[in-house]
């Protein structure tokens, strides 16, 4: 089984920062691509950032210049910092990756049981 931690999540005013932390462990191979999304009460949830195992990133034309995804492949973590926030980007945020299973090789996509962003006006 694997699992995904999530930490960062908070209340923090417009213009301010926030860095979210998403580990993955458990019965690990590889870890193929990894991301965070969102979701806002009453909408679908969204993309926000994805990152490759290669460093490859792609970013949500919302957060582009405001968000920043990384990576730290040895740690199996993936992180998003959010800079400049708006009232808008409030939402639930999930951590997303692609795993391939240490004893079945199996890839399987797992997600993160969310951390709550709120920026106040």
């Known amino acids: 089984q694997v699992q995904l931690v999530e930490s960062g999540g908070g209340l923090v005013q417009a213009g301010g920062s926030l860095r979210l932390s998403c580990a993955a462990s458990?019965?690990?191979?590889?870890?193929?691509?990894m991301g965070w999304y969102r979701q806002a009460p009453g909408r679908q949830r969204e993309l926000v950032a994805t990152i490759t195992s290669g460093g490859q990133t792609n970013y949500a034309d919302s957060v582009k210049g405001r968000f920043t995804i990384s990576r730290d492949n040895a740690k199996n973590t993936v992180y998003v910092q959010m800079n400049s926030l708006k009232p808008e980007d409030t939402a639930d945020y999930y951590c997303?990756?692609?795993?391939?299973?240490?004893?079945?090789?199996?890839?399987?996509?797992?997600w993160g049981q969310g951390t709550q962003v709120t920026v106040s006006s």
């Open positions: 458990g019965n690990i191979f590889a870890v193929n691509d």
């Open positions: 997303n990756a692609q795993v391939r299973n240490r004893i079945t090789r199996t890839l399987l996509n797992y």
